[in-house]
């Protein structure tokens, strides 16, 4: 239908066992040493993944959604909004390039 628009935003974060090929960069290593990020193709989002080694404090920081995204009467606009931790490993991503 035209001038009907659908935007979403996406994060999500989680452990793995190992880094699949889309999670290391142009050197072929992860972000981190335990765990990495990238940029959902096609949608706005971010994944986050790190392995079992990742320190707990790491992992608390990976996995701090922010769902009053959902409840609120203006949305989130960005993945910073939603997955700060990860939202700034998208940003070392970003320098590295």
Same mark, same amino acid.
């Given at each position: 239908?035209? &001038?009907?628009?659908?935007?979403? %935003?996406? $994060?999500? @974060?989680? =452990?793995?066992?190992?880094?699949?090929?889309?999670?290391?960069?142009?050197?072929?290593?992860?972000?981190?040493?335990?765990?990495?990020?990238?940029?959902?193709?096609?949608?706005? &989002?971010?994944?986050?993944?790190? %392995?079992? $080694?990742? @320190?707990? =404090?790491?992992?608390?920081?990976?996995?701090?959604?922010?769902?009053?995204?959902?409840?609120?009467?203006?949305?989130?606009?960005?993945?910073?909004?939603?997955?700060?931790?990860?939202?700034?490993?998208?940003?070392? %991503?970003?320098?590295?390039?």
């Amino acid at each position: 239908m035209a &001038g009907e628009h659908n935007s979403s %935003l996406a $994060a999500g @974060s989680g =452990e793995v066992m190992l880094f699949r090929d889309w999670y290391l960069n142009q050197d072929g290593k992860p972000l981190h040493p335990f765990s990495s990020a990238r940029r959902y193709k096609d949608s706005w &989002g971010l994944g986050v993944v790190f %392995l079992p $080694a990742e @320190s707990p =404090e790491e992992r608390a920081k990976l996995m701090d959604f922010r769902l009053d995204c959902i409840t609120r009467f203006f949305p989130c606009m960005d993945e910073k909004e939603i997955l700060p931790g990860g939202a700034h490993m998208l940003e070392e %991503l970003d320098l590295e390039r």
